[in-house]
């Protein structure tokens, strides 16, 4: 009987303990471990993002356990891309023509929070904190924690363990050691880090610039980004080289180094940090990466979800996005094959992994788009034709943003092998001068529709003559 079965999770951060409150909604019996301290009981500073963009993917996740309208007070809509350009200048680029369409920024704690105080009034689940996952053993779900305060070593026996413990994850380290089945695993690191500024909010508590975007400052090889909070201030990440470069973190090195790169770069930014040189000393450097790893499960005992499966660096917004998305992939399959946890396991991958390395894929190619290619004219005139058609033409055209942002009914897979193509035809024609002052927008629609289908056709012969 499933009401038996215990699941062990580990990691309570948003996947796990997302993934703990609907495994306990379903009748399991979870046990959820932390290796951190409660974060309502106490401040962590993680060296994760503060914020996060929440979209249409993550909410079908939330939505699936009954918290669709719990979530919404948290969330402040970023309805488009506010640029910064070198010169001053402002351009609002819109995801989405369909104003109904638009991303959120979110509190990762508060967030957080909100799904740990859920787990909590599940009689099912049974959360520890402070717990450090030494190792698993993958043929018998047993898994090993050291308690941080007393330094105690206990295993505990599972049905199944399920690791949600993000990009250093135990047990994804337990199966790369482990040597009776085939483990594949590689990282790649950009040769951008990150770290977290901010811009106070208005003494009133007000923000100081637009509320509902997000802030991008384009500056070729660097970039910054900002995204708004509910107390009015605002995160701002900084992404530059770590060494390469004239500017680069390691160059950074003293205040007079800070001071002259953002009076050259962000001046208009700089304006609004009076703790800059402060946070850039204390707050840390990062490292930007993408994981991916197969197989994400074992003997029909493990499992791997989120980023302990397929980390990815944060350029489209659905890192949390994605591993919502798992759970909720997750739980279709469990309705499928209940009882059977190894075809459960299997039919998930065997879905889940081609779509999850699309997304990865996207948001390094996202990456080279924000921090460059925004500020271009040829760019942002592309973005206007897209806004154009999906304002007149919202259930025909769809751009590449928004095949994966909002059409949740749209595998990852699919949204990245029609966006690009969708993309590449309007750059063409752009670039070509095949628009024309006398055509109507919809004579545009229907050019760019017709170069599409013909890429796309070009792409599926070469597919049946590599795969003949």
């Not at 499960?297 to 499966?309: E, F, I, Q, R, T």
């Not at 591993?323 to 309705?335: N, T």
């Not at 749209?410 to 001068?433: C, T, W």
Request: one cysteine or more.
């Amino acid at each position: 009987m499933k009401n038996q079965e215990h699941i062990l999770i580990i990691g309570a951060g948003l996947c796990g303990s997302l993934l703990a409150l609907r495994m306990a909604q379903r009748g399991y019996r979870v046990t959820l471990m932390e290796k951190r301290p409660d974060l309502r009981k106490e401040v962590i500073d993680s060296g994760r993002s503060i914020n996060l963009a929440f979209s249409d993917r993550g909410m079908k996740g939330l939505r699936l356990a009954g918290l669709e309208e719990k979530v919404l007070p948290l969330c402040i809509p970023m309805r488009g891309r506010m640029i910064h350009s070198a010169d001053g200048q402002l351009f609002m680029s819109p995801y989405s023509g369909r104003s109904y369409e638009y991303i959120n920024s979110i509190s990762r704690e508060d967030l957080n929070v909100m799904l740990l105080d859920e787990c909590e009034k599940m009689p099912e689940i049974t959360m520890l904190f402070n717990q450090r996952c030494t190792g698993v053993t993958l043929e018998t779900a047993e898994a090993t924690f050291e308690d941080y305060h007393t330094k105690e070593i206990k295993s505990y026996q599972a049905d199944v363990v399920m690791g949600a413990d993000g990009v250093g994850s135990a047990l994804r380290k337990s199966m790369l050691d482990h040597r009776k089945f085939l483990f594949s695993y590689g990282q790649d690191f950009l040769t951008h880090g990150y770290k977290e500024l901010s811009f106070p909010p208005l003494g009133n508590g007000g923000y100081q610039v637009e509320k509902n975007a997000l802030h991008i400052w384009p500056r070729g090889k660097d970039m910054m980004i900002a995204l708004p909070n509910l107390d009015g201030s605002f995160t701002v990440t900084l992404f530059l080289s770590w060494e390469e470069g004239k500017d680069s973190f390691e160059s950074l090195n003293s205040d007079a180094a800070v001071t002259d790169y953002f009076e050259r770069e962000f001046p208009d930014a700089l304006a609004l940090m009076p703790d800059l040189l402060e946070e850039f000393k204390t707050n840390p450097t990062s490292p930007l990466g993408t994981i991916k790893c197969s197989p994400w499960h074992a003997y029909g005992k493990v499992l791997l979800l989120g980023d302990a499966a397929h980390g990815i660096v944060p350029f489209y917004g659905q890192g949390m996005n994605s591993a919502f998305e798992d759970i909720f992939v997750l739980d279709r399959y469990i309705d499928k094959h209940e009882g059977d946890w190894k075809a459960i396991f299997k039919a998930y991958q065997d879905e889940r992994k081609e779509d999850t390395d699309a997304i990865a894929d996207l948001a390094v190619d996202n990456f080279h788009e924000m921090k460059a290619h925004t500020a271009r004219p040829i760019f942002q005139e592309k973005r206007k034709l897209e806004i154009a058609f999906e304002e007149q033409f919202p259930k025909e055209y769809f751009s590449k943003y928004s095949l994966v942002t909002f059409r949740e009914d749209l595998r990852y897979s699919e949204a990245m092998r029609r966006g690009r193509v969708q993309d590449k035809a309007i750059l063409n024609l752009i670039h070509d001068g095949k628009f024309t002052d006398a055509m109507s927008l919809h004579d545009k629609l229907d050019l760019v529709k017709q170069e599409t289908r013909k890429m796309l056709h070009d792409d599926e012969v070469v597919e049946g003559l590599e795969e003949d």
